[in-house]
């Protein structure tokens, strides 16, 4: 049964991989499954069919048979308990990469989504320039803590896990910033995610997704 | 081997039960386990003992034996793993009850968070004013979101689940607000978790350590 992924129909950044398939596209490459993508318009979120789906009318879904999963998190956290590669075995190195994956989600990426939020959301808001100094420190302090526990080892927890994958993704949306280049290790760390096969195939694909097709 | 968590040595909310450690005391209490609790200072918090166990400074971490874990997701998760009453057994209502985990702390609770920001740690700047009507809007609109998904039933998929237990936690973060009120349905799904037995142990404990022992 092959699984069938939402992404947006157009992906706001253009194809610079950012948007929430990429991550779902990334660990299904590393399990080694093949997948379909279904495009979701604008208009189309909002809409009830989709709603059934997510019922934040959001991207990436995943439809597989008769599971219907949403959250990019659930939907890796899924295919990383079915296939191999993306969890270890042993128990107690199991439930840490879970927790770097949690981490990943609750712990960086909420400031960091912040920047969105001021540079985009409120951008023609008077506090917007403001403002901004209070973000990044918040989002440097994060990064400070996560530098010094990734040390210079490879990956966070012995082999790559789901939770380098969604650490890695969480970061890269920083790289338009310039930021992680005060911290050498963690802009190393990434690049090697960048590097692994299953990563480059999928930024392929979402960047020929978003960009290949005519505007519909 | 009784599973050892931490939490504030005293909760900045005073014993309201919005500190992190009463998810997973509630967790705890729903799978019928016996824990201890080991008190943390602000001063602490940022020391290298404790940053050896969260390397983010936080609270609630949890030790079993030679695991340590981070992250409240990530500790009920774990919990939820291992004993029965917090996940289902059956394999695409896990994934599902899994996927609600992940939506009430990476949808629903970010913007609740904000709320959090522009009150207390943007309190004093110019914008704190101008800028909670846009907060609040963004909790709104996933409120709606998340009342017209549960409409009329008990739990959000099927029975009380782990991913009942994060979203109720998330959402009780609104109560002093009072903007609960706007959704009748979310505020009774709220209630129904409240009135748990396990909750109102878990609660009650909370309560009993930020209050009953002198400060240090």
């Known amino acids: 049964m092959t699984p ?5 129909e157009r992906s706001p950044d253009g194809g610079k991989g950012l948007a929430r398939d990429t991550r779902v ?5 590393e399990a080694g499954l093949a997948y379909e993508v279904r495009p979701v318009s604008f208009a189309a979120m909002k809409e009830p069919a989709h709603l059934a789906v997510h019922p934040f009318g959001q991207i990436p879904t995943y439809e597989e048979g008769d599971l219907v999963l949403f959250e ?25 990469a ?7 989600l609750n712990t960086v990426e909420p400031p960091i989504l912040d ?16 403002r901004m100094p209070l973000v990044v420190d918040r989002i440097r302090h994060r990064l400070r803590q996560l530098a010094a526990r990734l040390g210079s080892v490879e990956w966070l927890d012995g082999d790559f896990s789901a ?28 690049a090697r995610g960048e590097a692994r096969p299953a990563y480059q195939r999928a930024f392929a694909a979402q960047l020929a997704f978003n960009t290949a097709r005519p505007t519909g």
Chains 1, 2 share one sequence.
């Open 4 to 8: 069938i992924i939402t992404a947006f």
């Open 25 to 29: 596209r990334w660990a299904l490459e």
């Open 72 to 96: 990019s998190g659930a939907i890796i956290f899924h295919i990383a308990s079915h296939h191999a590669g993306l969890l270890p075995d042993e128990a107690n190195a199991r439930a840490r």
């Open 98 to 104: 879970i927790t770097w994956m949690f981490a990943a």
């Open 115 to 130: 920047l969105v939020t001021v540079k985009f959301v409120e951008a023609d808001r008077p506090w917007s320039k403001d």
């Open 163 to 190: 939770g380098d994958l969604l650490m890695v993704s969480v970061l890269l949306r920083l790289k338009p910033s310039g930021m992680l280049d005060e911290f050498p290790g963690l802009a190393a760390y990434v």
